[in-house]
């Protein structure tokens, strides 16, 4: 899944298909078929740790809107993965998938965002927090869906942004530097 951006443009590339406006972007994420997606990360996961000049144990995950999803769908099954950041990506709920999250967890979310209601954020958080899994939630009050990103014209929120991207620089620095392998 091939993605461009820069200042200029914003392409997302899914299957072959290149969206050049955000409207075809959403009309083609649309279209990914969840099974791949899911198989081509843990796939991209598995290439990844294989490699001699990675840290196993120091493989982390990111992602923002669908790809903040995503980055929690690597979580689940993942036991080595070492950090996992969500930018406001769509929340599993059910208890037994998350029991098996080894990661600690960032989350960044929009208090404005009507597709991730803050009650389902804080609920997730809390589930996380009841089972003894490490997580961070970070809410921004005033922020709506895709805050971070510059070509939202409407709903980009600058000094929001920048908080957002380092608490997630300093999260990763920290949690990756300081660790180690989950119990098998």
Not at 47 to 68: E, N, R, Y
Not at 123 to 138: A, D, P, Q, S, V
């Amino acid at each position: 899944m091939p993605v461009k951006d820069t200042q200029r443009s914003r392409l997302i590339s899914i299957g072959g298909k290149v969206a050049k406006t955000p409207d075809e972007a959403r009309e083609i994420m649309r279209g990914l078929p969840e099974d791949r997606a899911k198989r081509d990360l843990h796939a991209a996961f598995a290439f990844l740790a294989s490699q001699p000049d990675v840290k196993q144990d120091h493989i982390g995950a990111t992602g923002w809107c669908m790809g903040g999803g995503y980055s929690l769908e690597v979580a689940l099954p993942e036991p080595t993965l070492a950090a996992d950041v969500i930018n406001y990506g769509h929340l599993a709920t059910d208890p037994e998938a998350l029991k098996k999250i080894n990661a600690p967890i960032l989350g960044i979310f929009g208090g404005q965002d009507g597709g991730i209601p803050v009650a389902d954020v804080r609920k997730f958080g809390e589930t996380l927090g009841n089972m003894g899994k490490k997580i961070e939630i970070k809410i921004y009050d005033d922020a709506g869906h895709a805050f971070e990103n510059p070509n939202n014209r409407n709903g980009y929120r600058a000094d929001d942004a920048a908080d957002a991207w380092k608490r997630t620089a300093d999260f990763l620095a920290t949690t990756l530097k300081n660790r180690s392998r989950p119990p098998s």
